[in-house]
């Protein structure tokens, strides 16, 4: 009898061992779908990899987001509102916390911040603004104001001196809310000088129309935006300055200045308005310090760019989603109306770069490699 008491309870502890092990194994079956499912926790959204701009912050973010320790996932859209939306559902599926999205058109990705807010994932637009949505939780951008002075300063600094000099003007695409502040910038250094006549626009009536106005509303950009956009594609630059040129009277020709919105537009518009003999002379902007403007810069076939550091604005990314995910408070320093709420936003400041400063601006502080280049001196 006594045996078989023991015998009893030893078969009894077995079984409870036995459950509370398979108990610990759903357990532990759970952690792990939860951890697949949870794979990803940054997921980042880029407009297009066509343009080299995009693809310093991809490797930008994946470097900084590997030292950081968090798993990530990086898709692009190829300017495309639709894809861009199927890779926001695509990276909610994998669970992300936090969403760093730079929309291909500000106001159509309103619907999938939406998506992922409701799903709790925090949403920080990069660069861009997402605009008409209350689901947008902070903005990382640089200064995009002036990035538009800068590159009329330049303009400005380096004039002829000549009354009624030709300005030909170009924006970006007006499905991005930065193009209307880089033109905006702009506007505010060059309206001065076309009110006076010191510059003649070349190939924008609206812009003449409006050049007594020192500041313009948002219609009234996007009117002159509508007659030299780009799109933000060089073949569309390339056609349009070529069509500019075109129709353009002799006077607006010989030495002209040109804004040139970004560097992939400078590059294609540089290479139209060379190949025209009745342009003598002509001094053109850019923006991003792309490694083909830089080395156009060297070889003098692009007068500027505008260098905005990608490793400041991916770290500020960055370290907001880090205070997100350590629900930790947000470092800010101010807020940006995407026109349904002014959205928290941490902004960073932009520096011209020409022949002058170009190996000091991006080779001395390592931002590229020497050998990237040729003859730079
Ligand atoms: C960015 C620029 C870029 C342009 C075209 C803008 O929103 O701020 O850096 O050149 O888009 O992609």
Redesign the pocket.
């Known amino acids: 009898m006594k045996n078989f008491t023991r015998l009893f309870a030893i078969v009894i502890a077995l079984f409870m061992l036995a459950t509370v092990a398979v108990g610990c194994n759903k357990d532990s079956d759970k952690e792990e779908g939860k951890k697949e499912s949870k794979e990803i926790q940054v997921g980042i959204v880029l ?2 990899k066509d ?1 080299p ?2 693809i310093q912050d991809k490797t930008r973010f994946e470097d900084a987001l590997d030292e950081a320790g968090y798993t990530s996932e990086v898709l692009f859209s190829q300017g495309d509102s639709a894809k861009e939306k199927t890779n926001v559902e695509a990276l909610i599926a994998k669970g992300i916390e936090v969403l760093i999205i ?1 929309p291909h058109d500000g106001a159509a990705a309103a619907a999938s911040v939406e998506a992922a807010a409701a799903e709790g994932i925090k949403v920080i637009a990069y ?2 603004l997402i605009t008409g949505t209350d689901k947008v939780d902070y903005y990382v ?2 200064d ?1 104001i002036s ?1 538009g002075k800068a590159q009329a300063q330049y303009l400005v600094d380096k004039a002829s001196g000549k009354k009624g000099q030709p300005l030909y003007l170009y924006a ?2 007006a499905s ?4 209307f502040l ?1 033109f905006e910038g702009a506007w505010t250094v060059l309206q001065p000088k076309i009110a006076d006549g010191t510059f003649v626009v070349a190939n924008s009536t609206e812009a003449i129309t409006l050049k007594d106005k020192a500041k313009l509303s948002r219609e009234e950009l996007g009117k002159i935006i509508g007659q030299v956009t780009t799109d ?1 594609k060089p073949e569309v630059a390339k056609s349009l300055a070529e069509s500019n040129l075109t129709s353009a009277k002799a006077d607006a020709k010989g030495e002209v200045l040109i804004l040139a ?5 400078a590059r294609a518009i540089a290479d139209t308005f060379k190949s025209d003999t009745a342009v003598t002379k002509f001094t053109v902007t850019g ?2 310090a792309e490694v083909p403007s830089v080395q156009y810069i060297i070889d003098g076939k692009q007068s500027m760019t505008v260098f ?1 550091d990608v490793r400041t604005l991916v770290k500020d990314a960055i370290s907001m989603a880090k205070s997100i995910l350590d629900k930790k408070d947000v470092d800010v320093t101010a807020k940006t109306n995407n026109g349904k709420k002014d959205v928290p936003t941490k902004q960073t400041e932009v520096v011209t770069v020409d022949q002058a400063n170009v190996k000091a601006a991006l080779v001395d502080s390592e931002y590229y490699k020497a050998d990237e280049f040729q003859n730079l001196k």
Do not use: H, I, L, M
């Open positions: 407009p297009t343009e701009r995009w730079c660069d861009r951008s640089f995009s990035v970006g695409a991005d809310n930065n193009a880089f933000w919105p970004n560097d992939g537009t923006q991003d905005k």
